[in-house]
């Protein structure tokens, strides 16, 4: 399939952008922020940065095929490149609306479900593929784990792409007969723009956590930032979780329509019953808004996954898909990477990996692990680099008080030194139940948690290391959590 052709001057009258150049015969057939993504016929969007301007990129864009040139003012005085400019006051602000233009407004072609919240994003949204595809709905993803389309992974950097990479990817969609998208919308994409240009047909409120204070004033604005979806400008139905405090509170911010979910409250539009939770997911029943009755379940542990799948299953039947069938196609998909990810090669105890890098996250993964095993939990944590620093004593406060053994170690140390993260992390432990290990090196961390695992003991390895690697000072390592778990498995093997 073609893509769209619009010609230079239709986009800059629409823009009300100051076209400087001549633009006859010149049509832009997709946008870019990245020179080095650059495609013949893009025109690039050479945007004011926090380091640098992106117009000191427009030479590389224009040798790689960019067409055009879309700035400020500021960025229109230091370029001399021989093709037309699109300038405007505040380019970012436009470049949503833009790049949908561009590509044809592919989103409006599917019906879109756009998932924030601290926790349950990644898990939310890919139940819901899960419960889509097997329920015979052509179904994408976009999250933290990568984006798949029809049940192919592609990749992206970003948990929620920049809005050129966005809309690029809606139309990637559309040429494939995608019907339903689920992405999630994280607080950084809502406030940089990344989802300008869509509107989703339902908006899913999760919960709200400590998280993310390096980029937001406090809770009070995270909570603003995420709440900002639930705007006719940004969705047209909400779906909000009454068993989480800021839920409730965005019943009274929120102005467009809104729904409500919960495990635990009967006055919820939607709701679960007859529960029963097992060390390999659940099973419970799901009354809808019309008082239709459910069988669903969920092939992850833990009653927060209970909500998830409530969530995932809410949101599809508000966007008008069967609920009975996407519930039918949770309970029997598989689970989701990183997300109480068991890693198993026939030993006699329980690995699982998960991306609990929060406190909340983490506190709800050990109370998950905790009641499957009368044996010892043993927890692997370490905390980012260049991140809220606050979270880092509270986290390791939370695995000391509920482990039996902690071992504090690095994750993405990024510019700073590992050994004060470290530190910080142990500042939090004052009056540990669990006997504590520091151990610097993740890879040795992993494997000494393994090393001291006995028959039906639990080991957790938590944290980011198996989906970004090591960052350290700006180069980033390949590094996989499971990767290691499997080679001290396979070692332990060898030895007997």
């Not at 994003?121 to 984006?147: D, F, H, P, Q, W």
């Not at 937001?216 to 979780?241: C, I, M, Q």
């Not at 019943?251 to 007859?274: G, H, K, N, Y």
């Amino acid at each position: 399939m073609h893509p769209p052709r619009t010609p230079l001057a239709t986009l800059a009258e629409w823009l009300g952008a100051d076209l400087r150049g001549d633009a006859a015969g010149v049509e832009v057939t997709g946008v870019s922020l990245s020179s080095q993504r650059i495609r013949p016929g893009d025109l690039y969007a050479a945007l004011p940065g926090t380091r640098a301007h992106g117009i000191d990129f427009a030479d590389s864009a224009v040798s790689s095929g960019a067409i055009a040139v879309l700035t400020d003012p500021a960025g229109a005085e230091q370029t001399g490149v021989d093709v037309p400019l699109l300038v405007v006051e505040r380019p970012r602000e436009l470049l949503g609306r833009l790049a949908a233009r561009v590509y044809g407004d592919p989103a409006a072609s599917m019906r879109m479900i756009g998932v924030t919240g601290t926790q349950g994003k990644t898990t939310t949204t890919r139940l819901a593929e899960s419960g889509l595809e097997r329920a015979g709905v052509r179904a994408a993803v976009i999250g933290t784990v990568g984006t798949r389309v029809a049940g192919a992974d592609v990749k992206t950097s970003l948990t929620t792409p920049e809005a050129p990479d966005l809309h690029g990817l809606f139309a990637v969609m559309r040429e494939r007969d995608v019907a339903v998208c689920a992405m999630e919308v994280s607080s950084h994409a809502l406030v940089m723009g990344r989802v300008d240009g869509v509107v989703f047909d339902v908006a899913v409120f999760l919960n709200l956590g400590r998280d993310h204070l390096d980029f937001h004033r406090d809770v009070d604005d995270y909570f603003d930032a995420k709440a900002s979806l639930f705007t006719p400008e940004r969705a047209r139905l909400g779906l909000t979780n009454l068993d989480d405090e800021h839920g409730r509170l965005l019943l009274e911010r929120a102005t467009i329509p809104m729904r409500t979910f919960s495990t635990e409250r009967p006055d919820a539009d939607w709701r679960v019953s007859d529960v029963q939770l097992s060390a390999v997911g659940s099973a419970f029943v799901i009354t809808t808004p019309a008082g239709e009755r459910i069988s669903a379940g969920c092939p992850l542990p833990g009653d927060f996954n209970v909500s998830n799948t409530l969530a995932a299953v809410a949101a599809a039947g508000e966007a008008g898909l069967d609920p009975a069938l996407v519930a039918a196609g949770i309970a029997d998909g598989g689970g989701v990477p990183g997300r109480l990810e068991r890693v198993d090669a026939g030993q006699d105890f329980v690995v699982v990996v998960d991306y609990a890098h929060k406190p909340d996250a983490v506190a709800a993964a050990i109370r998950t692990l905790r009641p499957l095993t009368d044996g010892q939990v043993i927890v692997v944590l370490g905390a980012g680099g260049d991140r809220d620093p606050g979270k880092r004593p509270i986290m390791a406060e939370i695995a000391a008080g509920a482990a039996d053994v902690f071992i504090v170690t690095d994750d993405n140390p990024r510019t700073e030194d590992p050994a004060a993260i470290r530190a910080a992390m142990l500042d939090g432990v004052t009056a540990p139940r669990a006997e504590v290990v520091e151990i610097g090196d993740r890879r040795t961390a992993i494997r000494e948690a393994v090393r001291r695992a006995r028959p039906g003991d639990i080991v957790l390895v938590a944290g980011k290391g198996h989906e970004t690697g090591q960052e350290i000072h700006g180069v980033v390592h390949p590094f996989d959590d499971r990767e290691v778990v499997r080679e001290e498995l396979a070692s332990r093997t060898a030895e007997r």
